[in-house]
């Protein structure tokens, strides 16, 4: 496992053009978050939330990785082993910064890629920015069930919560970048490590900033340097 953990939000992408579901203009501002991004959106309101997602799908294709995934993906090859790189974002911007997928756990799922929604076959396709409808009439080629987004919805179980609880036994020092902590407790994460860093645009209510032995409250693109030089300091200490 990883000696650094980086987990990362909306707010390191938010930088690329990337809304958020708290923004109040954008693709969001249009839909009904209760219907689109459910548990339950795929069974009553299919049609609309195949759309939504489709538009978000779209609208990743001219999205263009920030300095701080750049700095990141930098990192995440030059320590293969030593960093983790854990987003609770869906986009692929740390794959457009030269990652492989494999490189990145995406702990709310991947916007590219559709999925069986039969559970027993539960088949992974790769669709990029093309429609849900485009890809095989929307239907599993495997199994000839409907796909749906290969997203974590609004009340589902997320798998790959226990891959980062994993990461974080093992983990000594921890970066939050661009989450407000509502969704994943970094309050309890930062307890656990012998250092930890901050880096929100503003303080949340959400997150203990006594917890953290460095708090940037700026830009993502602002900080990354800052947390660069931290964390190779930290890792070139090690060896």
Not at 155 to 171: F, H, I, K, Q, V
Request: glycine residues 6%.
């Amino acid at each position: 496992m990883a000696k650094v953990v980086v987990l990362s939000g909306a707010g390191l992408s938010a930088e690329s053009g990337i809304s958020t579901f708290r923004d109040s203009d954008g693709l969001w501002e249009n839909y009904d978050v209760s219907v689109v991004c459910n548990y339950d959106s795929m069974q009553k309101n299919a049609e609309l939330t195949i759309e939504f997602y489709d538009k978000r799908r779209a609208e990743l294709e001219s999205k263009e990785p920030n300095k701080a995934h750049r700095v990141l993906a930098r990192l995440k090859k030059e320590y293969p082993n030593e960093i983790a790189l854990i987003t609770q974002n869906v986009d692929n911007l740390f794959e457009k910064a030269g990652l492989e997928k494999s490189e990145v756990m995406h702990l709310h799922g991947f916007l590219p890629e559709l999925r069986c929604q039969n559970s027993s076959c539960a088949e992974i396709f790769t669709v990029g920015y093309a429609s849900q409808s485009s890809f095989h009439n929307g239907v599993c080629p495997s199994c000839g069930t409907p796909l749906r987004p290969n997203i974590v919805f609004f009340g589902e179980a997320a798998p790959m919560y226990e891959s980062l609880n994993r990461e974080l036994n093992d983990c000594e020092m921890l970066v939050v970048i661009g989450t407000s902590g509502n969704v994943i407790g970094v309050n309890t994460m930062a307890n656990f490590v012998s250092k930890a860093i901050l880096n929100n645009l503003e303080a949340s209510p959400a997150i203990e900033e006594n917890l953290f032995d460095i708090v940037l409250y700026k830009k993502a693109t602002e900080a990354i340097d800052t947390i660069a030089y931290e964390i190779e300091s930290y890792l070139d200490s090690e060896f």
